[in-house]
Structures are given as C-alpha cells and as structure tokens.
C-alpha cells in the first residue's frame, strides 16, 4: 500500500484528468460501461464522490441511515463534480484514517476509503480519457497497488453472485514494476491470495495498467499474456461483479 498522502494526490490528479475528459464526451459511448454515455459516467462519479464523503463525515456504520443526494440537471453535472471532489478530498484530508465508518468490505476505516477513491477515480478517469478519444495508460506503480487492492478485496467482498469455486490457482505477474500474486482456491467460493512467484494452474503476465484493466474488464483477455489455462484464466477474469 501506498501512504495516504500519494492516494490523496492520485485522487486529485485522476479526479482532475476525469472531468478534462469526460468534458469533451459527455454525449459518447463508454464502451466499458455500456450502455452508458458520458452523462451517466459523471453522474456515477458524483454519486460515489458524494457517498463516501456522507459515510467519512457522518461517521456512518449503519447503512441504512445513508441518504441519498439528487441528480442535478445536465448542464449543472460538470460544475456539481468538480464541487464535490473538492468536498470529498477536503473530508478526507481533515480526518485521522483510522477513523471508523462503514464500508462493503472487511476493512471499516477511512484509509480503506481513500484507496478505494484513488483507485476508482483512476480507472473511470481511464473510461473516460478513451470516450475522449484519448490513448492512455494507468501509471504503473499505481497500476500495481490497484491489482494488490483488486485481489485481496474485490475477490473476497465482491464475488459475482452465483459464483462457485474458483477451477485452479492463478499467478499474476506485472511485467514493468514490482507485483506477483498466487489466488488459490478453496472448497468453498473464497480464495486464498498470497503475494509471491509461484506456480499456478494459469499464469496472467502483462504490464501493471494493462494486468489491472484486464481485471476489470475494461480490456479483453487476448491483450494479456496467458501461460497455462486459458479455462481458469477466464473463469478468474469474469469472477467479480464489477462494471
């Protein structure tokens, strides 16, 4: 993990790089989000902003007691997203990450919430760079945190409903930077992740921003390098109920 003063500047950077974008395609397609348009893609990003500054600020533990924000006009959403992460970040900042609040996931504390933002805003931001037309990569050590966040928290709190055991293991292994990861399964639909070089029933090989776009999806397997299953390669990649 990173200090949450660098997923503090990740948010603003990526936050930033999101609305330049997505104000040059705010009527396009986001092909990885489809059906969406560029309109329901800053829509989504204001709601998440705005949820998990109520959650931090309000010091949420019951989330029944969230309340939810009202959409505001098209022509307003540009002008009400960059308001709101100046808010989020402000809120963020201004508390001990320590601090409890409720999260979906087995970590209940503001740093989980300031990964998960950084993280979040990093690959919609990539959503919306291409809407834009524009050829980007996410940087790599970033890139790297995001796959180690990806398979210690979205394999475990964020399994595709329906989903059974996991059909063999699975090495990832960053190319460009630092970062190796064994997922092994159980009987059950959980996992066991552990970080190191060893050998899996399939191996997934490629640089950290495209191993991390390929885990959500937002590129295809193909563009990844498999060595061993491509069945539990796939099975691995389509396992999380993520967009």
């Not at 092909?31 to 959650?55: N, Q, R």
């Not at 087995?106 to 809407?131: F, K, L, P, S």
């Amino acid at each position: 993990m990173m200090p949450t003063s660098d997923y503090l500047a990740i948010l603003r950077r990526e936050g930033d790089a999101f609305a330049r974008s997505i104000e040059k395609a705010l009527n396009s397609p986001i092909a990885s989000c489809d059906p969406w348009v560029g309109t329901d893609l800053l829509w989504h990003m204001i709601e998440v902003h705005y949820s998990w500054k109520f959650i931090v600020e309000t010091h949420l533990m019951n989330p029944d007691d969230y309340v939810q924000r009202s959409k505001p006009a098209d022509k307003d959403l540009l002008s009400e997203y960059r308001a709101g992460l100046n808010e989020l970040i402000g809120v963020l900042s201004a508390l001990d990450p320590a601090r409890s609040c409720w999260t979906w996931a087995g970590v209940h504390d503001v740093a989980w919430v300031i990964r998960r933002m950084a993280h979040e805003t990093a690959v919609h931001a990539w959503d919306a760079h291409c809407a834009a037309g524009v050829i980007a990569e996410i940087d790599a050590e970033l890139a790297s945190d995001g796959i180690d966040e990806y398979v210690h928290v979205m394999l475990v709190s964020n399994t595709r409903e329906g989903e059974g055991p996991l059909s063999g293991s699975v090495h990832i292994h960053c190319t460009d930077v630092d970062g190796e990861w064994l997922i092994v399964p159980t009987e059950t639909a959980e996992v066991i992740v552990t970080r190191e070089h060893a050998k899996g029933d399939c191996a997934i090989r490629g640089s950290a921003s495209q191993l991390l776009l390929g885990l959500w999806r937002r590129i295809l397997m193909s563009s990844l390098e498999v060595i061993g299953s491509t069945d539990v390669a796939a099975q691995f990649l389509k396992r999380t109920a993520n967009n």
